[in-house]
């Protein structure tokens, strides 16, 4: 069993910044990627950011610049650094493992991971 527990969402003005973390536990996966999604309300959930190997990262074109994901292997956390937040931003986000695609061409598909944290909510208001 792998637990994924998010923390460190909360309420932003646009232009502010937040750092999530995702701290994994349990019987961690060994693939080589996570990733970060969201989901806001009416909306699928999106791919945000991944980390292949802890080395190579992929980001949605919506977030490039302003988002930056890290890995800590020792630590099995994994954290997301959003900048410039803006309100379509806003979403909930979930941390997600057990990645069993090709990493060429789907690290951002949530069909291609296994494990999901609970989430944890971002609003950014204007």
């Known amino acids: 069993q792998v637990q994924l527990v998010e923390s460190g969402g909360g309420s932003v003005q646009a232009g502010g910044s937040l750092r999530l973390s995702c701290a994994a536990s349990g019987n961690t996966p060994s693939s080589d990627s996570m990733a970060w999604f969201r989901q806001a309300p009416g909306k699928e959930r999106e791919g945000v950011a991944a980390i292949y190997t802890g080395r190579y990262a992929k980001y949605a074109d919506s977030v490039k610049a302003r988002f930056t994901i890290s890995q800590d292997n020792a630590k099995n956390t994994l954290s997301l650094q959003m900048n410039s937040l803006k309100p379509e931003d806003s979403a909930m986000y979930y941390c997600?493992?057990?990645?069993?695609?090709?990493?060429?061409?789907?690290?951002?598909?949530?069909?291609?991971?296994?494990?999901w944290g609970q989430g944890t909510q971002v609003t950014v208001s204007s």
């Open positions: 997600a493992a057990g990645y069993g695609g090709n990493w060429h061409f789907d690290l951002l598909d949530r069909e291609k991971y296994s494990y």
